[in-house]
């Protein structure tokens, strides 16, 4: 039985998981990137995890794709520290309910660093965060983000892995 954790890890987040749970589970762990769909026959059971971006959980679209006849386990990593309402969101953003029926969703709690963040993206960032601070009445969404761009939170933590390890292992 040939069974394999990939990953997709832009700040390290998902990559400490992924090696956490590929160790506890005995398996082979991979980046997406190094992983050819040709190999996909090759294995029982697979987990692919990721980040998510603007609500979006990085390749996803490659994954739903090259899965849509395997269920794997998916599993989802970003900022929030376990809000079931923002679970939700990223399950709503990402899947549709059949996808949701056919896979099996986990979700793991990173962290958000805004200082790491480079480029483009940085550049659009901080104009965005000009914008709000100079609004007088901000909505709880724009105050959460000004708070995190100023606090660094990492909740990656080894305890998470729990319920992910224990499917893995029963199926
Ligand atoms: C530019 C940027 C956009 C992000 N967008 C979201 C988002 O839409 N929703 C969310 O919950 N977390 C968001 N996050 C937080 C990341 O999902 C979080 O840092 C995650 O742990 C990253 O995992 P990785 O390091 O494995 O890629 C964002 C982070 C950055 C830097």
């Known amino acids: ?20 749970i590929a ?38 679209k ?11 386990i998916i599993v989802a990593c970003a900022g929030n520290n376990n809000v079931e309402e923002d679970i939700t969101d990223i ?3 990402n899947f549709s309910e059949e996808q949701l029926a056919f896979h099996t969703f986990f ?3 990173g962290g958000v660093d805004f200082s790491k963040v480079k480029g483009i993206i940085k550049m659009m960032l901080n104009v965005f965060i000009k914008i709000v601070e100079r609004k007088k009445k901000k909505t709880e969404d724009e105050e959460a983000i ?5 606090h660094p939170t990492n ?5 998470h892995i729990g ?3 224990s499917y893995a292992e029963k199926i």
Not at 25 to 30: A, D, H, M, Q, S
Not at 155 to 159: A, L, S
């Open 146 to 150: 000004l708070d995190s761009y100023y």
């Open 91 to 93: 399950k709503n953003n």
């Open 1 to 20: 039985m040939k069974n394999i954790v990939l990953y997709k890890s832009k700040y390290g987040h998902t990559f400490q998981y992924a090696t956490w």
């Open 23 to 60: 160790e506890d589970l005995g398996w082979e762990i991979r980046d997406l990137s190094k992983f050819k769909k040709a190999e996909i026959k090759d294995y029982d059971t697979i987990i692919f995890g990721s980040g998510v971006y603007m609500g979006k959980m990085n390749k996803i």
């Open 62 to 72: 490659k994954v739903l794709e090259w899965f849509k006849d395997k269920p794997i």
């Open 155 to 159: 909740y990656v933590d080894k305890k």
């Open 163 to 165: 319920a992910i390890v």
């Open 107 to 109: 979700y793991l709690p």
